[in-house]
């Protein structure tokens, strides 16, 4: 094993680091969240176990050992996991393998990113009914680029001793040719085994599209990442989705290969590169697969009816990126999971202790109309990824949204303007000199909105105190005056609980 000891801090951080983000820092969102939570080096599977994220593992018993066994003061054992840039930024799905991560670094272990500059290039057949649309290289670097600081939110990059490490494929699948493929790798690979494979057998027996000589070769390549990290950062283990099993294995089986004597392997050219040389002779590499996410209901997780969760947010009004989910939409994913679902999600995403977990559970047993477990699932995550400050925003936007106005004279804060109202509610436009002075009566305004169709109508529901303005019940004879505007130009009005119009004054 040629491990680079210590690793190096000079490739460790992201290129934008050293720029301020609203997001919290890894070692700040680490002390708060996790401090009584820090798993001890030889709980990191026990923890897995514990919620339920071990779907395979090469050798569960070998890797404990391995585990209790390493060097805490050099940054324990070295596991990575890759993600391919086939967007400007990360959907929710991703979020298991960075978390995952997460809980290795907290283990004590030093986590490797692995961005696919070199893999984008040719996409991951696993998991794919058709073929996947090649990207050019100038819109897979762009891709490595964005995605690179979505990680930072989690791990810790600046860690004394297991600081995460971020390294791009392309480093070295960019400098091998072709007829090093073929010669060092290609060779240890039988075709046969190759079509054996899950994601490759259902492409060639179930679908239409079948699999071209590309993405068949997929695998080739992921493995070899593994044996190169091995190689040059002392990599041992692999972790990914259920449906990277093949891809784990295959490059578990190339590092022993590739350290295999040659007359050995053609003295037993069906044996795995284990079974040839034996046990205790082949390197120790591991690879451990979690679950996939699945909703109750059976729908696909991480999407909404406007689409896919992304883990980025606009970075200001000039962003127009289709790969943008806000921290108020991202909160409200999680905020409305199924009450069959919200536990799980807990365990799968959560750095929440597991004995915390099961007391929210308990909570939600016995009364789920508090929705204890779903406000702690929507903070913590909405922390976690866009920091305290917007997490405090999204939970004052929702209370806005959802929650019964406050008296008229009630003062327990400014009204927080929902972002979503923003861009979806009704609105009208008016002139903004009717407020100057003591203002317009609502009672005149409620019918040029979409709440009430006469003066008649509006008067009925002023006195039954069924209108709102900014969040804070309006009486009777409301006005409405310049002190009443939101950001200078709005003021939202609702009828009831759910029905809200913005007014614009200009």
Not at 56 to 84: I, K, P
Not at 95 to 113: C, E, F, M, S, Y
Not at 249 to 263: H, K
Not at 269 to 285: F, V
Request: with cysteine; net charge neutral; glycine share 8%.
């Amino acid at each position: 094993m040629l491990g680079l000891d210590p690793i190096s801090n000079a490739d460790n951080l992201p290129p934008d680091a050293d720029k301020p983000r609203r997001a919290p820092s890894a070692t700040r969102y680490h002390a708060r969240m996790t401090a009584s939570a820090n798993p001890t080096t030889t709980d990191f599977l026990a923890d897995l176990r514990a919620r339920g994220l071990i779907h395979q593992c090469t050798d569960e018993a070998s890797l404990t050992e391995h585990l209790r066994t390493a060097d805490m003061s050099n940054g324990g054992r070295r596991a990575y996991v890759g993600f391919d840039p086939t967007a400007d930024s990360l959907t929710i799905g991703n979020l298991v393998g960075i978390i995952t991560l997460g809980r290795w670094q907290r283990a004590g272990h030093t986590p490797i990113v692995v961005t696919g500059g070199g893999t984008g290039l040719i996409g991951d057949p696993s998991g794919k009914s058709a073929e996947r649309q090649l990207l050019t290289p100038e819109r897979v670097a762009a891709n490595v680029r964005s995605i690179k600081k979505i990680f930072s939110r989690v791990l810790d990059f600046a860690a004394a001793g297991n600081s995460a490490v971020m390294t791009d494929n392309y480093d070295w699948l960019g400098k091998l040719t072709y007829l090093d493929a073929l010669r060092d790798i290609g060779k240890h690979f039988s075709v046969n085994m190759m079509i054996q494979k899950d994601s490759v057998r259902e492409r060639l027996h179930n679908r239409d599209q079948g699999i071209s000589y590309t993405e068949f070769s997929y695998m080739i390549l992921q493995s070899y990442d593994f044996l190169h990290l091995h190689r040059e950062r002392g990599v041992t283990l692999q972790m990914g989705g259920s449906d990277q099993w093949g891809n784990i294995v295959g490059g578990c089986d190339l590092i022993r290969r590739a350290a295999t004597p040659p007359e050995v392997i053609a003295a037993n050219p069906d044996l795995s590169a284990q079974e040839a040389m034996g046990p205790a002779r082949a390197p120790k590499t591991y690879g451990l697969t979690w679950p996939l996410v699945t909703k109750a209901d059976g729908t696909k997780f991480g999407k909404t009816e406007s689409g896919a969760i992304w883990l980025s947010t606009a970075s200001g009004p000039d962003d127009a990126s289709p790969s943008r989910t806000s921290p108020y939409q991202f909160y409200q994913f999680w905020l409305n999971a199924a009450d069959a679902d919200v536990v799980r999600f807990l365990k799968t995403f959560t750095f929440i202790p597991v004995d915390q977990i099961a007391a929210l559970e308990d909570s939600h047993t016995a009364d789920p109309g508090k929705r204890t477990a779903h406000r702690a699932l929507a903070r913590h995550m909405t922390e976690m990824l866009h920091g305290p400050a917007e997490a405090d925003k999204a939970e004052a936007a929702t209370r806005a949204l959802f929650s019964k106005p406050a008296a008229a004279g009630d003062h327990d804060g400014p009204f927080v303007l929902p972002p979503d109202l923003v861009t979806s509610a009704p609105s009208s436009s008016h002139d903004r000199a009717l407020l100057d002075g003591v203002g317009i009566a609502l009672l005149d305004l409620l019918p040029q909105t979409s709440l009430a169709k006469s003066k008649t109508e509006a008067r009925t529901l002023l006195s039954q105190n069924s209108v709102s303005v900014n969040g804070r019940a309006a009486a009777a004879d409301a006005r409405l005056t310049t002190a009443s505007l939101l950001e200078g130009s709005l003021i939202a009005l609702r009828k009831g609980k759910k029905n809200w119009h913005l007014t614009r004054w200009g």
